[in-house]
Nanobody
Framework: QALLVESGGGLVQDGDSLRLSCAVS????????GGWFRQAPGKEREFVAA????????YYADSVKGRFTISRDSAKNTVDLQMNSLKPDDTAVYYC????????????????????WGQGTQVTVSS
């Protein structure tokens, strides 16, 4: 069973940037499609971004489109989330997820479609 570990969260100000990284142990991330989700206090977990196994396809929630970028780093065996122009509404615990896939180009958007989850990393954006 693969293990996912997120890093890079923290406290930043409105308009700042952060880069989250999700490392996998026990497997290579190239075997998985990846996704990022977030959960704010009192709210349900929501989809943020997804990337295909090949890295050639990405998809974003409307709320982060144009500000966030999901990518793969094969050398580091990670899936990363670059977050720019952060807003207080982006404050949440961010979770990395992975799903084994035979299809190099497919992505998944529902939290119940992912097999493996990280423990989450807190992102707090102050106004």
């Amino acid at each position: 069973q693969a293990l996912l570990v997120e890093s890079g969260g923290g406290l930043v100000q409105d308009g700042d940037s952060l880069r989250l990284s999700c490392a996998v142990s026990g497997r290579t991330f190239s075997s998985y499609a990846g996704g990022w989700f977030r959960q704010a206090p009192g709210k349900e977990r929501e989809f943020v971004a997804a990337i295909s196994r090949s890295g050639g396809s990405t998809y974003y929630a409307d709320s982060v489109k144009g500000r966030f970028t999901i990518s793969r780093d094969s050398a580091k065996n990670t899936v990363d989330l670059q977050m720019n122009s952060l807003k207080p509404d982006d404050t949440a615990v961010y979770y990395c997820a992975a799903r084994g896939s035979m299809d190099y180009n497919r992505m998944w958007y529902g939290s119940n479609e992912y097999d493996v989850w990280g423990q989450g990393t807190q992102v707090t954006v102050s106004s």
